[in-house]
Nanobody, 116 residues
Framework: QVQLVESGGGSVQAGDSLRLSCAASGSTLSINVMGWYRQTPGKQRELVATITSGGSTNYADAVKGRFTIARDSAKNMVNLQMNSLKPEDTAVYYC??????????WGQGTQVTVSS
């Protein structure tokens, strides 16, 4: 089992930047894909960005060119650098990992609020 702790959320103005971090513990050697998802009230949780153990990345169209996902495998961490934030980026952001055994773990979520 993998446990996840997120940090770095907050309230910013449009155009500002934030960096989210997610620290994994437990069965970290089995981690394959790490990623970030977000959810707003009344909507389904949606993919923001993922990164594989080999470094391949995938981004939602809405964040391409503004967000960057990076992984520090030595520290079992995944970070999300969010630049040029927009009010529509406001959401609770969740860290997610999937192991090579296809088990999934989620973090507790961190709130990001972007005001215009």
């Amino acid at each position: 089992q993998v446990q996840l702790v997120e940090s770095g959320g907050g309230s910013v103005q449009a155009g500002d930047s934030l960096r989210l971090s997610c620290a994994a513990s437990g069965s970290t050697l089995s981690i394959n894909v790490m990623g970030w998802y977000r959810q707003t009230p009344g909507k389904q949780r949606e993919l923001v960005a993922t990164i594989t153990s080999g470094g391949s990345t995938n981004y939602a169209d809405a964040v391409k060119g503004r967000f960057t996902i990076a992984r520090d495998s030595a520290k079992n961490m995944v970070n999300l650098q969010m630049n040029s934030l927009k009010p529509e980026d406001t959401a609770v952001y969740y860290c997610k990992v999937e192991t090579v055994f296809h088990s999934v773990s989620w973090g507790q979520g961190t709130q990001v609020t972007v005001s215009s």
